[in-house]
């Protein structure tokens, strides 16, 4: 197949398949974006460097504008859309409400995103560790301190073990 031609690709994200004819270097944000409508993740700087595209893949923080969507088939891809369930806030979602860890929104999706992945992983254990971390995931508006408190509220209330 040449590769200026739509291959189809079945995406699992936030519980439901999606079908799609994308050309094979089309990242995994823009299908997301552009195909999917799901526009909670942000483009950023579009290089993996400010983490506003963070998303979960397999429960693990991902930067969505550097991965290309046909490698994440068979996938469990969570967007921000997909992290409340039921209505019903992800702790780290209502912490981040408690603390004001946000100011513009507009890292806001990617910040929640990797903390969720940071949790998941239990690989910071203080906030140096927590603040460390979460380095990948710019805030330009100086919301770091609520962020790096409502990851450390979540983390000391809730075992992700």
């Not at 409400?97 to 890292?107: R, S």
Request: charged residues 20%; aromatic residues 4%.
């Amino acid at each position: 197949m040449a590769t200026n031609e739509k291959q189809p690709v079945k995406l699992h994200i936030n519980g439901k398949d999606h079908h799609l004819e994308i050309l094979p270097w089309v990242s995994l944000l823009d299908a997301l974006r552009e195909n999917i409508q799901l526009t909670g993740t942000k483009k950023g700087c579009d290089h993996g460097q400010c983490g506003a595209c963070t998303i979960l893949v397999d429960g693990k923080r991902t930067l969505s504008c550097l991965t290309l969507a046909i490698m994440k088939e068979g996938s469990e891809i969570t967007t921000i859309e997909g992290i409340a369930v039921d209505g019903k806030l992800h702790p780290i979602q209502q912490a981040f409400i408690d603390h004001d860890a946000f100011q513009c929104g507009y890292c806001t999706p990617g910040q929640i995103c990797s903390a969720i992945g940071l949790l998941n992983e239990n690989k910071a254990h203080t906030r140096e560790e927590v603040q460390d971390l979460m380095s990948g995931n710019l805030c330009r508006c100086g919301a770091n301190r609520g962020i790096i408190n409502a990851v450390m509220e979540v983390k000391q209330s809730i075992s992700y073990e």
